[in-house]
């Protein structure tokens, strides 16, 4: 608990200080030191601030500043501050092997609190955070060698040599302004997790812009170690760095790591709980010198500012007097409620007019400069850059791939390489999990006898999961392609060839990225719209990424095209995958002329240079994805597939009404057959149009029947709005039949689509909006839950529109 929370007259031990570096410090030198008690002696009137007594003094401290200092009632902190168990016994529970679940059961919520580190990733984009976080935690984040892959902070733990390590992966950034939402991301968790240490990683080979951000860190005094991740290409190039030179220069451990080999990972963690132990040589808390003019500025505001006791304790005051020189619009935020704050604001104006006239540059650049600088100074001393241009290959591969001429068909040749690779080579492994299930099926029928609940496994559960499952070798492939283009460095490549395009649609060349992404799914795609800039073009990205057909809808598109056009399967579905790229461009021109006006936004993106996708990363993050479709198999599905089981099953017909009324209608001769069994047999075929479903089916028929739509696949439209695979699940429930012919067979011999309905049905899917999680997603990221009542209509209208143009079409040809 928070020494804050301490009740008068209550007596506790202090396990951790945190807060900035000179805050700790100066709390120290007045006894607050981890093992130290601390009584809570008198609450002041007001209720701040308090008086503590520790170390034989009495001691006043404010609320706020009590609230950095976390103790522990006697009894815990007495056990606590034992001896630590042992390194092996703490090891050993994460397993749990070998101290048979006992270290856990004393592993008391106390003991948990003072072992923990918290850990905080912080970077450049694409410098390799996420392959540090994934190597250390243990986890299957999503790396990819572009810019912006993490838009969200991912927290995972381990344990360390008798340390419990909540690590966390931040979004990457160039800086810690408040400029675009990752840098404001980033500087909130800062702020308010506090975290006790930064993992900051630095790429190697480009020292100068990476250690930008650290001269960043380095006004906040967070400790910190640099690792210098991607030594190899830094040694590839024929670099040197002095890099114990320069981290006793900036006052930081710098530690080399190759993250995504594992490489001097363990070195990193060492330093790690040494900088929590305080017991490093090398840091340090430096301030960088700013120069003559700046500093002049920066020294009044501070001293006003010292005086002050409200000023919040993360951050060191030097570290706020820059923000506010710099007129930092969080900074003001976060300072709105002190009292000085007007005088401050003055005093900064006037200094910073001050940098201005006699800089002749606004405090900001001026700042900037001051570090680049200061940077400069230091690798000056410590670095030499490699005789070998690492880049030629990049440059190289660049001069064909980015081509004016070519880059437009390679890209288009690598599009369709995915998509002939997806049916072709997928097409196998399909056969062999179909002829599972089947068997599957058939043993349960002998098994189970005759009557619902053998209806129910059979014909609802395995056949609808067995119909899902079957795309499992699809959907990897797909993601083996998508991982490929990412982590080479492809995907970022798209993206500037499609800039030009994306221009004219009004948009950036950043938005083709979570467009891209959204053939996977379309929820982290839409995220990804996050490190747009501009608002107006994120919005528009976010609601044009339904129309990127994504994984789920896969299956549908697999099946019908497989069924319909089995000659031209894989060119009517990359046409159908085109055609949800250009609805997408007409939408967000339309957008554009509509509501947006012009983006002036410049083109800034990086284009990393080439890399190995490592088979480890590429696995990863296939068998992430996989085992998410499972488990959605095993969810949603499921339980989707259990209930439009029921409403395909119930209410059961009356079996001689039914057959009556199809003889008396003409349907079926009498006399050959009993009543009885012709009802059967339409049971059997999977279909039973008394059944709830098929009253729901029909309810919506009239609507799509000027697409040449039936009520069957009317349920098959409603039940993918939870999740688009469910539209083969439904259809497995629905065309279920006991004959030995795939679903495909099923669905070609039904008679219920031809190639022209099988076509509109596919657009209506490939348009129609994806499903629910989707729409949240729009919902969060554009802010407002209009934009995804708006995504919803628009996309349904649409899709019914496009769906309708093409069955016309049809019935022309
Ligand atoms: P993040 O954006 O900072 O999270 O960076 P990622 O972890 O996504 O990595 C970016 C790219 O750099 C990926 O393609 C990684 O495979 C690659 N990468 C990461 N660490 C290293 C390394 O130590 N050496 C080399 N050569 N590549 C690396
Ligand atoms: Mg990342």
Redesign the pocket.
Known sequence: MKLSELKNGETAVIVRLSGHGGFRKRIMEMGFIRGEKVTSVLDSPMHDPIKYYVMGYEVLLRRNEAAMIEVLPEEDAKRELSPAPTYNCISLCESCAGCNGQCSTNYSNSTERRNVINVALV??????????FNALANKNEH???Y?G??VDAKTGSFNYKGYRINLT?LP?TYSIAAYSPEEIYVRRHLFEQMPDIIIN?VVASNLERNLYLTTELIDMNIRTVVAL?????LLAKGAEVDYVHLGAMMGIPMIP?????NKGLDKLLDTVIELFEGKNNTIRHIHINYGNIIEEQIAPLSAAMHKADDLPQQFPVRYWALKLLENDKEALRDLDNCLEIERWKTLAENGAKRIQSQMGADAETAINGAKYGFINGALQETYRPGAKDSNRHTRRIDRLVANRWLGFPIFLFVMWAMFSSVFLLGAYPQEWIEKLFTHIGECVSTIVPQGAVQDLLVNGIISGIGSVAVFIPQILILYLFISLME?SGYMARAAFIMDKLMHKMGLHGKSFIPMLMGFGCNVPAIMASRTIESRSSRIITVLITPFMSCSARLPVLILFTGAFFPQNAALVLMGLYLLGIAVAIATARLLRLAKFHKDETPFVMEL?PY?W??LR?TLRHMWEKCSQYIKKIGTVILLSTVVIWFLSYYPRPNEAESGKRKVESGMVESGSQSFEQIAEEETISGINENSFIAMLGHAVEPVLAPIGQNWRSGIAIITSIPAKELVVSTLGVLYSSDSEESITEDLRTSGDFTPRSAAAFLVFILLFFPCIATVAAISNETGSKLWALFSIVYNTAVAWVFAFVVYTIGGLL
Do not use: L, Q
């Open positions: 970077g450049n984009p694409n410098s390799g955070k996420t392959s540090i790396v990819g060698n810019s892959v993490t992966d990457g990683s991740n991607m030594y190899d290409e790591t190759v993250a995504r080999n982590d990393p890399r996708p490592t990363a």
